[in-house]
């Protein structure tokens, strides 16, 4: 079986919306691979989106209307971008022991950041967005700070780099990378055929 | 009749491959509309994708992917990318009088550069290419130098900045922005649906 791998950043609206649409469009065993893409971004000399001009009155726009085509609910927080270290943390913290918690868990930031208005930065708010994942909600916050914790996201980071990635969402079968939320069709059909 | 319009670099990859796939996917009454992409990238902050680390390899393997997945015949030109002056101006010129001769000819261009090696940059080459289409090739050479077609690109391009075109290839379907081939798929049912 050929590995399934969704990067992401859980400050991306695009990658918000794959977390939606991935099930759906080019449904497998996908592992779920946060990052911070403000390392990719350095590496690769981007910038958010939002900064940027003309591009960033697109993307508003268009996440707004990804929202209407597909009934994803969506509403762009009034602080984004922002730096979802404590969320990632977390995930990695609980993927080590339970992936399909860590995927749950992963489902209920986005829904905090890009649905409920929330502010995924806090750690408590993560922790109570773990307890309700089923974790125990304590533990993820006294491991957010621990060396080996933030020792990890920086290894998942530096690995993702390492194999190409540069943006949220993006999509590695085996080591064929596919860049964007409009692509998953594209992905699918690769999966399908095992490669053209 | 809402209007149809396909902006587009000459010297864009995923410009050429969008030329072929429109008419397959979301065929309509598109007006072609080349423009000099340096200009949107001075406003918008981009620069080309092959200057870019990680995205510029990205983009590489993913034309060759592209010209794979869809039959269409593709080599990255060695010159890449190009200024597309003279095409640009001598599409504006013979646009004025015969809009699908001017077509005709920028499918010519775009299989000159990105099929058939060609230097598209030069004078005698657009002119002969111009002769293929139909036209006059003599009077588009002797149009390229003038003020009126100078003037004619650089008012198209200020024209399509206005209009928050900012990427190659871009739509807009009445006032709705698409950026990017892959997005050929929503814009068909843009087009079906008027909107949602």
């Not at 508003?60 to 209307?65: E, G, V």
């Not at 969506?74 to 995927?103: C, E, K």
Request: charged share 20%; net charge neutral.
């Amino acid at each position: 079986m050929v590995s399934l791998d969704f990067y992401f950043d859980f400050s991306s609206p695009y990658g918000y919306f794959a977390s939606h649409l991935l099930d759906r469009v080019a449904p497998g065993d996908w592992r779920w691979q946060p990052i911070l893409l403000g390392a990719a971004f350095k590496a690769s000399g981007n910038a958010p989106l939002v900064d940027q001009p003309m591009k960033g009155d697109y993307a508003r726009r268009d996440w707004d209307r990804l929202s209407r085509q597909y009934g994803i609910p969506y509403t762009l927080p009034t602080v984004f971008p922002v730096g979802a270290v404590a969320p990632s943390r977390a995930f990695w913290w609980l993927d080590q022991h339970d992936a399909a918690l860590a995927r749950r868990f992963a489902q209920l930031v986005f829904h905090a950041y890009f649905a409920a208005g929330q502010d995924i930065t806090a750690p408590q708010t993560v922790a109570d967005l773990a307890a309700q994942a089923g974790a125990d909600g304590a533990a993820v916050l006294s491991a957010l700070g621990t060396d080996a914790v933030k020792q990890m996201v920086r290894a998942k980071t530096d690995a993702a780099l390492a194999r190409g990635v540069f943006g949220s969402p993006f999509f590695l079968v085996g080591d064929e990378p596919f860049w964007g939320c409009d692509r998953l069709p594209m992905v699918a059909q690769w999966m399908r055929q095992g490669g053209w």
